[in-house]
Nanobody, 121 residues
Framework: QVQLVESGGGLVQAGGSLRLSCAAS????????MGWYRQTPGKQRELVAQ???????TFADSVKGRFTISRDNTKNTVHLQMGSLKPEDTAVYYC???????????????WGQGTQVTVSS
């Protein structure tokens, strides 16, 4: 009963910026970490950035200094601000959230459908 919907993907030239957004909805009591992963053909899904419920962040080495992640706990949304984009950033980006359903102490990981980001040279 939880849905994650990403938006903001598209085509951008190298050096440009793009902002991805993800909104979680459904039967949600609370959300711990939220994050962004990306995947390209022939490669495993990799963590891009993650943010805890308290605001602690983690970034992949390849995006440190270029990307920022933020969240709005009242709206159950997470954003990825991508700057200084490189062609190697081209991938399908997936939103992820660790969700605690009502009346549950367990966390379940949910994923969005993915949004394509293409960086041209």
């Amino acid at each position: 009963q939880v849905q994650l919907v990403e938006s903001g993907g598209g085509l951008v030239q190298a050096g440009g910026s793009l902002r991805l957004s993800c909104a979680a909805s459904g039967s949600i009591s609370g959300i711990n970490s939220m994050g962004w992963y990306r995947q390209t053909p022939g490669k495993q899904r990799e963590l891009v950035a993650q943010i805890s419920s308290s605001g602690s962040t983690t970034f992949a080495d390849s995006v440190k200094g270029r990307f920022t992640i933020s969240r709005d706990n009242t709206k159950n949304t997470v954003h990825l601000q991508m700057g200084s984009l490189k062609p190697e950033d081209t991938a399908v980006y997936y939103c992820s959230a660790e969700v605690r359903p009502p009346a549950s102490t367990y966390l379940y990981t949910y994923w969005g459908q993915g949004t394509q980001v293409t960086v041209s040279s």
